[in-house]
């Protein structure tokens, strides 16, 4: 699965997370570490969802930049190419910074 969504440009740490934590719970498994296996099956399950939900929103944003019109990507793709002007960087990274929920 990790492979299929890295192959579609979709996240997959979250995935990766989850299957070494089932190789932990295995393992805790194995020894009879019944506190390993609860602690391995949290951390699995908590993976999962997280990985439920950042898959879930980049879909999102994979569904919404295809309803975009051709003109409109080509115009955002030359944007990203020639960069921010000379003069603004300090202003466009404040601006996203915020866009992000940091604070100053």
Same mark, same amino acid.
């Given at each position: 699965? *990790?492979? &299929?969504l890295r192959k579609y440009k979709?996240p997959s740490g979250d995935i990766?997370? %989850? +299957? %070494? @934590?089932? &190789?932990? !719970?295995?393992?805790? /498994?194995? #020894?009879?570490?019944? !506190?390993?296996?609860?602690? /391995? #099956?949290? =951390? @699995? +399950?908590?993976?999962?969802? *997280? %990985?439920?939900?950042? +898959?879930? @929103?980049?879909? =999102?944003?994979?569904?919404?930049? /295809? &309803?975009?019109?051709?003109? $409109?990507?080509?115009? +955002?793709? $030359? =944007?990203? &190419?020639?960069? $921010?002007?000379?003069?603004?960087?300090e202003l466009v990274s404040e #601006?996203?910074?915020?866009? *992000? =929920?940091?604070? !100053?």
């Amino acid at each position: 699965m *990790a492979l &299929k969504l890295r192959k579609y440009k979709l996240p997959s740490g979250d995935i990766e997370n %989850a +299957i %070494a @934590a089932m &190789k932990k !719970l295995e393992e805790a /498994s194995r #020894y009879h570490n019944g !506190l390993g296996v609860r602690h /391995s #099956y949290n =951390g @699995a +399950i908590d993976s999962l969802v *997280a %990985a439920r939900k950042e +898959i879930r @929103a980049e879909v =999102g944003v994979h569904r919404e930049r /295809s &309803k975009l019109p051709e003109s $409109t990507m080509r115009e +955002i793709v $030359t =944007g990203f &190419k020639e960069g $921010t002007p000379l003069g603004y960087e300090e202003l466009v990274s404040e #601006y996203f910074r915020r866009m *992000a =929920g940091e604070t !100053l």
